[in-house]
């Protein structure tokens, strides 16, 4: 069985449920995975050593600083014309599957050859009624026109009555540290300004900081501990602390769910997605939402103490794997009711209401 599969590169939620699912397709010898991820240079991506010989394209992504989605930015340096030639030129020949995790070149080839295309991801979730914010009718359909698939597979943190998937969570999903240490704070906020956010952390010493960001090397300096980006060390230093500071990214936010941690999200001021998803967060309970990080949201999130959300999802890329080896026979409503049986959420009771 030969798939093609396509992950949008820019954020690392995505490459985090890519390595999930290629562990999961890795049971199956008699699998073969050709890669591809679009969105940044080859040389930004990191332990990317299970895709093997990936291909690596342009693609379609967003600029943003201090926090704001930049969209006159975004538009100037979009080349709609080797989008074009990406598109035309892959080559899907021989394939018995494509895959997409929201990546279009991939989805839009598959379409442009009139194969089926199979979407997994959060942003499928979009494709159902579930809780949205901050949207207008332009941003939704550009949202739901990026990478058009055949067979949408959408996840979220919760069904909301829908047939969606619980998360891809990239865990072992045997025993999992609940708390870690009740002074280590995980911070992960790419899209923000870092010099005002390390001021602001140097006001809490009493609580260790271990700040992921685009730097070259470690360095620790007094309470503030920033590191490169790495998945080995993100994973022990999230398992490890207590409390998690995130924009409102899908992937991080599902693994610190699965591991109990306490959550403080900050959406990306001007994307959809992640201001979807505070209003998911808020709507579930499961994490305290700021427009703002400052020094009285800190102090009121550390004094309050809420009682932390731990919903327990199963091993949905198992799951998926099985589904993908068997031909995709199964609907996706039955994909849902079996995972969402398998968790302790009750499983959707469907009042399927698709969005055009």
């Known amino acids: 069985m030969k798939i093609f599969y396509g992950v949008q590169g820019t954020g690392n939620g995505h490459l985090s449920r ?27 991506y990191f332990d990317m050593e ?65 194969l089926p295309c199979v979407g997994i991801g959060h942003q499928y979730a979009f494709c159902h009624t579930v809780p949205e914010r901050g949207g207008n009718p332009l941003v939704r359909a550009i949202m739901r026109k990026f990478a ?12 909301f009555e829908q047939p969606i998937l619980p998360p891809i969570v990239d865990l072992d999903h045997g025993p999992l540290a609940g708390h870690g240490s009740e002074n280590q704070v995980l911070i992960y906020l790419p899209f ?11 006001q809490f010493p009493e609580y260790q ?5 685009p730097v070259h090397q470690w360095r620790d300096d007094g309470n503030l501990h920033m590191r490169p980006l790495s998945r080995d060390g993100f994973r022990r230093d999230l398992a490890d602390s207590h409390w998690v500071i995130c924009n409102a990214g899908f992937e991080l936010i599902s693994e610190a769910l699965q591991l109990g941690k306490r959550i403080m999200a900050k959406p990306l001021a001007g994307q959809l997605e992640q201001l979807s998803n505070a209003a998911a967060l808020e709507q579930l309970s499961y994490a305290s939402v700021e427009e703002r990080i400052d020094r009285r949201a800190l102090e009121f999130w550390f004094d309050c103490e809420p009682e932390v959300a731990r919903p327990c999802y199963p091993d ?37 209401q698709q969005v055009a």
């Open 18 to 44: 890519a390595r999930a699912m290629c562990r999961a397709l890795s049971a199956y010898p008699d699998v073969q995975v050709e890669w591809l991820f679009s969105g940044r240079a080859r040389d930004q």
């Open 50 to 114: 299970s895709f093997g010989d990936f291909q690596c394209r342009g693609g379609l992504t967003f600029h943003s600083r201090a926090g704001r989605v930049q969209p006159l930015k975004t538009l100037r340096h979009v080349d709609l014309l080797q989008l074009r030639r990406d598109i035309r030129s892959l080559d899907l020949s021989g394939c018995d599957l494509v895959i997409s995790d929201y990546e279009p070149i991939t989805a839009r080839a598959a379409s442009h050859r009139g």
């Open 148 to 159: 058009p698939v055949t067979i949408p597979v959408g996840l979220h943190w919760h069904h």
């Open 192 to 202: 923000e300004d870092q010099t005002p956010l390390l001021a602001l952390f140097r």
């Open 209 to 213: 900081f271990y700040i992921y960001a």
């Open 316 to 352: 949905v890329a198992a799951s998926l794997a099985r589904w993908i080896y068997s031909g995709c026979v199964d609907s996706v409503e039955t994909l849902s009711q079996q995972l969402w049986s398998e968790s302790d959420i009750p499983p959707p009771q469907f009042n399927v």
